[in-house]
T-cell receptor, first 114, second 110 residues
C-alpha cells in the first residue's frame, strides 16, 4: 500500500487553465505538506497543514489554494496556470514524536504548462 | 534553521562505504541534523536524523562531531541503487520548514 499517494502523476495543460492535484496519506499523520521542485531541482515548501489547519504558507501566489477536507487529504488547486508553474509538485506527510519528525513524500506530479 | 554546506558531487565504488560530509557550523542546541535522499524521478526519502549522539539504522549511520558543527552520513556498502542526491538538513523539527539545499549527488559506480 502506498503511504502517500498523489494524482495525477503527469499533468499537461494550457496557460490560463485551472487544475487540481490530489494527495492522500494512509499513515495517520497529522501534518501534510506541498513542496515544489523547479527545473533547477530546488525543493521548496509551499504549504503545511496540521489537522486541517494551515500552519505554513510560504510566499506563494494567491492562484495556489490548498484544501484539506480531512487530515488524510491535502489537495492543491491552481488557478490561471502560468508557464512558470511548470514544475514537479510533491505532497508529503509527517508525524512528530519523541525522537523527531520524518517526512514521507509522494512520488510527485509533473506539471507542464504550455 | 541553520544553513548547511555539502559537496556538489561524490563518487563511490559499489560495495564500498560512502561517506557524505555536511557542515552546519551555525547549528543551535535544539536543532536536529536530518538526511534525506532523492533518487531520480522519485520523491525524497527519509534516511536518518540525530541531535547529538551518533545514530544507526538499517539504511545508514550518522556521525555528528562533538561540537555539532559537522556530520557525516555513512552508507556502509553502497549499491548502484544508492545513486541519488543526498540532502543534509538542520531544523528544529515539527511545524518548522524543512528547507532542502542543493545536496550532494552521489554516484555509485560498478
Amino acid at each position: 500500500d502506498t503511504a502517500v499517494s498523489q494524482t495525477p502523476k503527469y499533468l499537461v495543460t494550457q496557460m490560463g487553465n485551472d487544475k487540481s492535484i490530489k494527495c492522500e496519506q494512509n499513515l495517520g499523520h497529522d501534518t501534510m505538506y506541498w513542496y515544489k521542485q523547479d527545473s533547477k531541482k530546488f525543493l521548496k515548501i509551499m504549504f503545511s497543514y496540521n489537522n486541517k489547519e494551515l500552519i505554513i504558507n510560504e510566499t506563494v501566489p494567491n492562484r495556489f489554494s490548498p484544501k484539506s477536507p480531512d487530515k488524510a487529504h491535502l489537495n492543491l488547486h491552481i488557478n490561471s496556470l502560468e508557464l512558470g508553474d511548470s514544475a514537479v509538485y510533491f505532497c508529503a506527510s509527517s508525524q512528530w514524536d519523541r525522537v523527531g519528525e520524518k517526512l514521507f513524500f509522494g512520488s510527485g506530479t509533473q506539471l507542464s504548462v504550455l | 534553521d541553520a544553513k548547511t554546506t555539502q559537496p556538489t558531487s561524490m563518487d563511490c565504488a559499489e560495495g564500498r562505504a560512502a561517506n557524505l560530509p555536511c557542515n552546519h557550523s551555525t547549528i543551535s542546541g535544539n536543532e536536529y541534523v536530518y538526511w534525506y535522499r532523492q533518487i531520480h524521478s522519485q520523491g525524497p526519502q527519509y534516511i536518518i536524523h540525530g541531535l547529538k549522539n551518533n545514530e544507526t539504522n538499517e539504511m545508514a549511520s550518522l556521525i555528528i562531531t562533538e561540537d555539532r558543527k559537522s556530520s557525516t552520513l555513512i552508507l556502509p556498502h553502497a549499491t548502484l541503487r544508492d545513486t541519488a542526491v543526498y540532502y543534509c538538513i538542520v531544523t528544529r523539527g515539527s511545524n518548522y520548514k524543512l528547507t532542502f539545499g542543493k545536496g550532494t549527488l552521489l554516484t555509485v559506480n560498478p
